[in-house]
Structures are given as structure tokens and as C-alpha cells.
């Protein structure tokens, strides 16, 4: 028989639906926030996408796939490889230029100095993004200060503005940062006992880099570049003012869709659907691949 305490005891639990309701109240203001801010309106751009050629003021009347259907068409796949393709050259140009500058931070310069540099990396982040994209129109025009310095010196000018590597110029500025904090703050975790291991044992410092470095920052690595390639994949600033009208992107079309002179939300909102799937995947990915440890 149970004694006099145990009851006691077992009289003093709360009841369990209190159990559930502590952490709802906490969860509470954060999950109205995103709920009103994001879950409804995904909830109406997802009608939208189900309604062919809705235009503002029309009835809303969901009947059936022909926006994603229309995706397909050659024209809109082209512009989704498009964006594909900015975005992951983006991501190979900030993971090549960001390694080296997060690996010489974390390893090579004092402490006293670290943090101090990495405030001096991302100031640029203080700044607008269309300011930094505006300076980067006035570097890359025909009189602007690249094509000045190359003709000091007796080079011919370059026509980059309005093109492709004008695009990843102002893109790879611009999430740069991202890059090299989330690289950082992994190389800065290193073993070092397993570097010293490797030269011990002979290993060269290529492979030292490849067998060692790498196999350790590599969670870092994938979480930089998804976080990047995200990013770049939504981007519209850089393509809109740097890239012209020769590079048309998905954002820039979703964009045209809503905001343009075509006017069909139907097609805009089955290309933003197209967007959030694609983003969910490689967040999904961030998450798989992003801890810093892996799960057992």
C-alpha cells in the first residue's frame, strides 16, 4: 500500500494540461508575431497561386495548377536558372574569398585584435544595401572610377555594368560578411592537438588543410553557404540596379508580377510559392548539415 507521504506527493503534481500550458504562454506573443506575419500571408499567397490571371479587385476563386504549370514554360525556366546560377556563384565566391580571411582572423591574428577586425569586416553591413549597390553602379560604369584606373594605366575600359559579373560583384559584397562570420566563429574551434598530430606524423600543410582543417570546419562550411546561397537566391537590389534588363531573376519577376505593368498576382504568387519551397529545402538543409557537432 502507498503511504500517507507518497499520496501527498501525488496530490501536489499539477494536472497535465498545465504541464502543456506553461510553455504555450511563453510561446505565445512570438507565435501570434508569426503567425500574422508569416504563416497568413504564405496561407494567401498559396490562394493567390491557385487562381489563373487574378488581377487586383478580382475574385478570388482558386481553381487549379495553371500558374505552376506555366513555371515550366521555357522563358521561366530560364529565369530560374538564372537566379539558380547567381546565387550559386555568389556562394563559391564568398566560400573562396572568405575562407582564407575568417582562417587568418581565427588562427593567425592575437585575440586582442580579433574582434576589432571583425567589426571592421562587417561595418559595411551598417550601411543600406541600395547605398552600397548605388556604389557599386558608380565604380562600374563606363566613366566610373574602374574604367578611370584602367585607362591611367594604359588599359582598355571594361563594359561590366549591366551584366552577369556585375551582378555577382555586387552580391558577393554584399554577403561577403555573412560568410566569413560564420566561417569564423567555426575555425576558431579548431584542435589544434589534431594539427599538431598531422605535422608530427608527416603530413604536409595541402593536406594537412584537406584532411584536417576541413573535415573539422566542414558543419560551418555547408551552413555558410546555404545561409548565402538563401540569400542570393531572394536578392533583388543587386540584379535590379547592377544587372539591367539582361539579367532577369525570379524575385525581379515575382516583382514585375505584382508590382509591374502585367499585373497577374495568379503567376506572381505561384513563382513566390516556387521560391519558399526551394528556400525551405536548403533551410532544411542548414539544419541537417549546420550543428556543430553531429547528432549520435
Known amino acids: 500500500m502507498a503511504s ?9 503534481l499539477p494536472p497535465t ?50 500558374n505552376y504549370i506555366r513555371i515550366f514554360e521555357p522563358l521561366y525556366l530560364k529565369v530560374i536558372f538564372n537566379s539558380l546560377f547567381l546565387a550559386f556563384g555568389t556562394t563559391v565566391i564568398t566560400l573562396i574569398l572568405g575562407f582564407p580571411v575568417a582562417y587568418w582572423i581565427a588562427q593567425m591574428v592575437s585575440p586582442r585584435w580579433q574582434n576589432l577586425l571583425l567589426l571592421g569586416f562587417v561595418l559595411p553591413l551598417w550601411t543600406s544595401s541600395l547605398l552600397r549597390s548605388y556604389a557599386w553602379v558608380t565604380i562600374l560604369r563606363p566613366t566610373g572610377l574602374l574604367n578611370s584606373l ?5 588599359l582598355p575600359a571594361l563594359d561590366i555594368l549591366n551584366s552577369y559579373p556585375a551582378v555577382l560583384i555586387g552580391m558577393s559584397y554584399s554577403l561577403l560578411p555573412y560568410m566569413v562570420l560564420i566561417l569564423y566563429a567555426s575555425l576558431e574551434k579548431l584542435d589544434q ?72 498576382w495568379g503567376f506572381g504568387s505561384a513563382l513566390s510559392m516556387t521560391l519558399i519551397l526551394m528556400v525551405s529545402v536548403a533551410i532544411a538543409f542548414v539544419i541537417k548539415f549546420g550543428e556543430a557537432t553531429p547528432r549520435k
Open 17 to 66: 494540461w498545465v504541464n502543456w500550458l506553461s510553455p504555450l504562454g511563453l510561446l505565445a506573443p512570438s507565435g501570434i508575431w508569426l503567425l500574422i506575419l508569416l504563416v497568413l500571408p504564405t496561407l494567401i499567397i498559396l490562394l493567390l497561386s491557385l487562381v489563373p490571371n487574378i488581377r487586383p479587385g478580382d475574385l478570388v476563386n482558386p481553381s487549379g495548377f495553371d
Open 193 to 264: 592537438q589534431l594539427l599538431e598530430a598531422a605535422a608530427d606524423l608527416g603530413a604536409n600543410p595541402m593536406q594537412t588543410f584537406w584532411k584536417v582543417t576541413v573535415p573539422q570546419v566542414l558543419p560551418g562550411i555547408g551552413a555558410g553557404s546555404l545561409l548565402v546561397f538563401i540569400t542570393g537566391l531572394g536578392d533583388f537590389i543587386d540584379p535590379e540596379l547592377l544587372g539591367g534588363a539582361s539579367s532577369m531573376t525570379a524575385a525581379r519577376l515575382v516583382y514585375n508580377q505584382f508590382l509591374g505593368a502585367t499585373q497577374n
Open 150 to 154: 584602367l585607362t591611367s594605366i594604359g
Open 4 to 12: 500517507s507521504s507518497d499520496i501527498q506527493k501525488t496530490e501536489k
